[in-house]
Nanobody
Framework: QVQLVESGGGLVQAGDSLRLSCAAS????????VGWFRQAPGKEREFVAT????????LYAESVKGRFTISRDSAKNAVYLEMNSLKPEDTAVYYC????????????????WGQGTQVTVSS
């Protein structure tokens, strides 16, 4: 199995940028597709972005398309979420998740989850 640890969250102003990191340990991380999800208070967890095992394909939620970029560095066993032009509605706890099959936008298909990192965007 793989263990995931997110970092990079924080309090920023609208229009600012943040880069979230998801560090993996355990099995070979390149065997896993990875997704970023977020959950705001009182709301359900929602899909943000996902990347294939090779890093060759990505998918984004419409709400973040053009502002967020997911990438991975297999040598560092890490996946990143570059977030630009942040909006107050991006405020949430952000989670990375991994699965041993092809990428998916469905949270319930991911087996491994990190503990989450808080992102707060003030207006």
């Amino acid at each position: 199995q793989v263990q995931l640890v997110e970092s990079g969250g924080g309090l920023v102003q609208a229009g600012d940028s943040l880069r979230l990191s998801c560090a993996a340990s355990g099995r070979i991380f390149s065997d896993y597709s990875v997704g970023w999800f977020r959950q705001a208070p009182g709301k359900e967890r929602e899909f943000v972005a996902t990347i294939t095992q090779s890093g060759g394909d990505t998918l984004y939620a419409e709400s973040v398309k053009g502002r967020f970029t997911i990438s991975r560095d297999s040598a560092k066993n890490a996946v990143y979420l570059e977030m630009n032009s942040l909006k107050p509605e991006d405020t949430a706890v952000y989670y990375c998740a991994a699965r041993e099959r092809s990428y998916s936008v469905s949270a319930n298909l991911y087996r491994y989850w990190g503990q989450g990192t808080q992102v707060t965007v003030s207006s």
